[in-house]
C-alpha cells in the first residue's frame, strides 16, 4: 500500500471560488501532516465549459493563495502549461488526456454486465418526472417505464416538478429506469459513442462509508439514488467514472472534497468495487455559504480567488481566515 497520496482536482469551468480554496486547502495540509504526496489534477474532461483563462487561473491562483503539489502539472509555479511541465509516474494529469484509460473501464463494466446504453434525454427525464405517477408502467417517447420496485416506493418518484425542483445543485436527475431493459444488448456495443451509459445500482443495497469529517454515511441505492450517469451520449465519460478511474491509477490514498459529494461517494464505491479497485479514506468539508445562506458556487464572482486577488487581498488574510474556521 503506498504512503499518503492526497490530489487537488480542480475543473477549469469557471474562476475558483473561496469554497473551493478551502477544500484544497484542507487537503494540501492533511497531505503536508502526513508527509505524503500531493497530486495536482486537471479535470477538463467538459470541453464546452472548460477554457484556457480558467487553466491558467487555477494554477496562478492556488500558487497565490500558497499551495503547492509534488506530482502533476505545473510544477513551475508559473501557471503556464507546456511540453514537458509535468512531474511523475502517473500522468498525463489532464483529464482529457486519459482517455484509454476510461475505456478500458467502461469495456469491463459492460463485459461485467453492470452498465447499459441509455437514449433518454434530459428533457425525456423532466417530462417522467412531472408526469402524474397514477401507474408505476406507462410508454412516453422515452419508452417504457420499468422502475424496480424498490424505486417505484422511494422519493426518487415523487410526483410533479418538485422531483426535479428538489435536486442538489451537483446531484443528478433521479432517473426512472426506462432502459434498464437494454442492459442484455450491452455486449453488442464495441464502443460506448453515440448513446448515453448508466450503472445498474443494486437497489436495496446499503452502501456505507466512514468519512473522515462527518463519521459514518449510509446511502441506499435505489432509494438514495438511481441508475447514475456512466458515460455522456456526446462521447465524454461521467464525472462518476473518470474520478474513480483516476484515483486508482494514481494511487489516491485519501479524497479530500465538499460535502456535496457525499452521496456520490456512495455511487464510486459501487464502481471501485464493481473494478476491482482499492478503496480510498474520504474527508468531506463543509460547504461554505454566502450571506444569505447559499453555497457558493463558480457565479459568485465576488468571492472569486481571482476578484480576491484584483482587490488586493493578501493570501495570508484567506489562510488566516480559514484556520480560524477550521480550528
Not at 72 to 90: A, K, M, P, R, Y
Request: hydrophobic share 35%; aromatic share 10%; proline share 6%.
Amino acid at each position: 500500500m503506498p504512503s499518503y497520496r492526497g490530489r487537488l482536482a480542480p475543473s477549469p469551468t469557471g474562476y475558483l471560488h473561496l469554497g473551493h480554496a478551502r477544500t484544497f486547502w484542507v487537503a494540501w495540509q492533511r497531505a503536508r501532516a502526513a508527509g505524503g504526496k500531493l497530486i495536482f489534477r486537471n479535470e477538463d474532461l467538459d470541453y464546452q465549459r472548460c477554457k484556457p483563462e480558467f487553466v491558467r487561473a487555477m494554477y496562478e491562483d492556488l500558487h497565490w493563495l500558497g499551495l503547492d503539489w509534488d506530482e502533476g502539472l505545473d510544477l513551475n509555479g508559473v501557471g503556464v502549461t507546456s511540453e514537458g511541465s509535468e512531474l511523475g509516474d502517473f500522468g498525463p494529469y489532464s483529464q482529457s488526456e486519459r482517455r484509454s484509460f476510461y475505456l478500458d473501464a467502461w469495456r469491463k463494466l459492460r463485459d461485467s454486465g453492470l452498465i447499459y446504453p441509455c437514449t433518454c434525454s434530459r428533457k425525456d427525464l423532466e417530462r417522467a418526472l412531472s408526469a402524474p405517477h397514477e401507474d408505476t408502467q406507462h410508454t412516453d417517447n422515452c419508452g417504457p417505464q420499468a422502475p424496480s420496485p424498490e424505486y417505484a416506493q422511494n422519493s426518487l418518484t415523487q410526483p410533479g416538478a418538485a422531483a426535479v425542483q428538489s435536486l442538489a445543485p451537483d446531484d443528478e436527475l433521479p432517473y426512472p429506469g426506462t432502459c434498464r431493459e437494454k442492459i442484455t444488448t450491452a455486449k453488442d456495443y464495441d464502443s460506448p459513442a453515440g448513446v448515453s451509459w448508466r450503472f445498474k445500482v443494486p437497489d436495496g443495497e446499503t452502501i456505507s462509508f466512514e468519512d473522515g469529517y462527518f463519521g459514518r454515511q449510509e446511502f441506499v441505492a435505489g432509494r438514495d439514488f438511481a441508475d447514475f450517469l456512466l458515460w455522456r451520449r456526446d462521447d465524454i465519460p461521467a464525472y462518476q467514472l473518470a474520478v474513480v478511474v483516476d484515483d486508482a491509477a494514481m494511487q489516491i490514498t485519501e479524497v479530500v472534497r465538499g460535502a456535496d459529494l457525499l452521496k456520490s461517494t456512495a455511487r464510486q464505491l459501487l464502481l471501485i468495487h464493481a473494478l476491482g479497485y482499492s478503496t480510498p479514506a474520504y474527508f468531506h468539508c463543509p460547504l461554505l455559504r454566502d450571506e444569505k445562506n447559499v453555497r457558493l458556487a463558480k457565479r459568485h464572482d465576488a468571492l472569486s480567488l481571482r476578484r480576491l486577488r484584483e482587490q488586493e487581498v493578501k493570501a495570508e488574510e484567506v489562510r488566516g481566515r480559514f484556520e480560524e474556521e477550521w480550528q
